[in-house]
């Protein structure tokens, strides 16, 4: 089984790089990025599985690339609001709230890349 | 005279007011009982004296007594109201008529019947002094005050009624006609309907009103009121909370992104503690992985002030809003079970009872109520390992109850603990800041159900809430 690739999208390098180290240890496959050219490279270079990304950076990507990119893979959004219904964000694949346990994290990929396959 | 001694029953036996008998001249022959013990005179200290020396000074320069006496001998009858001389010296405001009376022989006598109306004077005076009062009052409080009749007229308003709707309407003028430019949608005037109606009063809603100066949110009352005998009226009363509004709004949008910023820190120190966690796992290190434990119970202690904090601003502010759906409370209470238990191991959550019906709410505030009655039993369990959850219906609602034989709560401090920032003493060194109960009771309210408490010092708690059946 060759490992999942996650792209984490984050403008918080502590966030992305522990994110990273953890997930590898877990057997994914990480790139990271916080800068909107560098993530759309990633996006056609690195042909995430899992797209992690914060729901402030969303604005990195257009409104009409999201809505594609949702039909290629799942995107699941960090957020640090309280309630899903306040964070602005369209039809979404699925939420974590920060902060999250590495196993919560994994969960939530999982739950998604199953849901795909 | 002998016909005249008749009055004597009258002078004698009256009680209540005083009665004099006067000749045409106005010289005093007989005073009755009740004028003694009004006004201190005996027959003895007033016989053959002209009636005049009840007058004060001042009337007596006016000429009144001469005054009197003509017009009653030539009307026959004459009513006034007057000062007169107490025997001490005191003055006491009277109501008196004079009647001439003449017998078949042509003698001719006068009756003059004298009424103490000094307390009925008082009562008219501070009667006029609280109206003046109330005038000031409502003249001076911001609040706009309006009285309505069923017809929807104003028949009273206080300036700052006026004020806000930028008017100077007579009296009677058409309420529905000036509010309709503030109340677009009606809803103030069909509340005030309903309350004419059904005489159901409401009291301290917010409603907003459009004034010139733009949309201001008001805490609205009304009351039915008898304004007088044939007229029904309502009371209205609306208090500009605008300003207060806007600064909950403003605290909340504060909070809500000093929340959100917090949990960047947050999440990174988290996942650190997670990778030292992975790094220490083949190595042998009991205590380093006790201290991640307890730093890791910090930052969830943590986590759950930031966001009890956000989401009592976000209520307090009235930005609450229900995500009603349809579901089984059953499969409800038992996820909140579950997911307090993985939370704590250690305990023991029983679960009894079974609605076994769907209810209608807002399903994850509804679980936050449980688990936090859940977490509650558990944080104050004092050791006990056990907290029970029941549940029952009847007719009308679903209760929930959540027991444990934990701490308690003693009977003076138990009327408050669904108050906002109340923390009983006991429990201060515990987690929390006082606001999980007030959000739930603020969640239940929103349900249009209902919290409540049991217990008793020491020996436990048991924490109810009601759902209505709808």
């Known amino acids: 089984m060759t490992a999942k690739k996650i792209l984490v999208v984050n403008n918080d390098l502590d966030t992305m790089s522990l994110i990273q180290q953890l997930l590898e240890t877990n057997g994914y496959k990480v790139k990271y990025s916080g800068n909107r050219n560098e993530v759309i490279e990633l996006l056609d270079g690195f042909k995430p599985d899992l797209l992690l990304i914060d729901i402030l950076q969303m604005g990195i990507l257009k409104k009409d690339r999201l809505a594609s990119l949702q039909q290629q893979m799942p995107i699941l959004m960090m957020t640090g609001y309280n309630h899903y219904a306040d964070a602005p964000v369209l039809s979404p694949d699925a939420f974590i709230k920060k902060p999250f346990t590495l196993e919560e994290l994994i969960s939530a990929i999982e739950k998604l890349l199953s849901k795909k396959s | ?470």
């Open chain 2, 1 to 470: 005279m002998a016909e005249l001694e008749y009055f004597e029953g009258l002078l004698k036996n009256s009680r209540v007011n005083g009665v004099l008998q006067l000749d045409t001249e106005g010289n005093i022959l007989a005073v009755s009982a009740a004028f003694t013990s009004l006004f201190g005179y005996t027959y003895k200290d007033v016989d053959g004296q002209n009636f005049s020396i009840f007058f004060t000074s001042e009337d007596k320069l006016k000429n009144k007594p001469q005054i009197e006496l003509e017009k009653v001998l030539k009307d026959g009858q004459c009513d006034d109201k007057n000062y007169i001389v107490h025997k001490n010296g005191q003055i006491t405001w009277v109501s008196g008529e004079s009647i001439l009376i003449s017998s078949a022989k042509g003698e001719k006598t006068i009756l003059k019947i004298i009424q103490d109306i000094r307390q009925q004077k008082e009562f008219e005076f501070s009667l006029s002094r609280a109206n003046d009062l109330r005038q000031s009052i409502l003249a001076t409080i911001a609040d706009a005050v309006v009285v309505l009749n069923k017809q929807m007229h104003i028949v009273m308003a206080n300036a700052a009624f006026y004020r806000l709707v930028k008017n100077e309407h007579p009296s009677f003028a058409d309420f529905a006609a000036i509010i309709n430019a503030f109340d677009a949608n009606g809803i103030l005037l069909e509340k005030i309907k309903h309350v004419m109606n059904t005489g159901e009063a409401f009291s301290r809603q917010q409603i907003e009103i459009f004034s010139p100066k733009g949309e201001k949110m008001f805490e609205v009352s009304c009351h039915p009121m008898l304004a007088n005998e044939i007229e029904e009226t309502v009371l209205l009363v609306a208090h500009d909370i605008t300003a207060q509004k806007r600064a909950q709004i403003e605290r909340e949008d504060i909070m809500g992104f000093v929340a959100h910023e917090l949990r960047n820190p947050l999440a990174n120190i988290l996942l650190t503690n997670e990778m030292m966690t992975m790094l220490l796992q083949n190595q042998s290190a009991p205590e380093f992985a006790t201290l991640l434990q307890k730093s890791k119970n910090n930052i969830t202690r943590l986590n759950k002030m930031i966001t009890e904090l956000y989401d009592s601003e976000k209520v307090n502010a009235g930005r609450f809003e229900l995500d009603i759906t349809t579901f089984n409370i059953d499969e409800m209470l038992k996820e909140a079970v579950e997911t307090t238990q993985a939370l704590h191991p250690m305990y023991n959550i029983i679960q009894k009872g079974a609605a076994g019906i769907a209810v209608k709410g807002d399903r994850y505030r509804l679980m936050q109520v449980v688990t936090n009655y859940l977490s509650n039993g558990i944080k104050y369990s004092n050791g006990e390992k056990e907290v029970t959850i029941s549940v029952s219906k009847n007719n009308n609602s679903v209760i929930v109850c959540v027991e444990d034989k934990g701490l308690g709560i003693s009977a003076d401090q138990l009327p408050y603990i669904f108050d906002r920032f109340f923390r009983a003493e006991k429990t201060r060194n515990l987690e929390g800041i006082g606001l999980g109960l007030y959000l739930c009771r603020r969640i239940m309210d929103a349900h249009n159900g209902r919290v409540w408490a049991e217990s008793e010092d020491g020996k436990g708690s048991r924490f109810y809430l009601s759902l209505p059946i709808v």
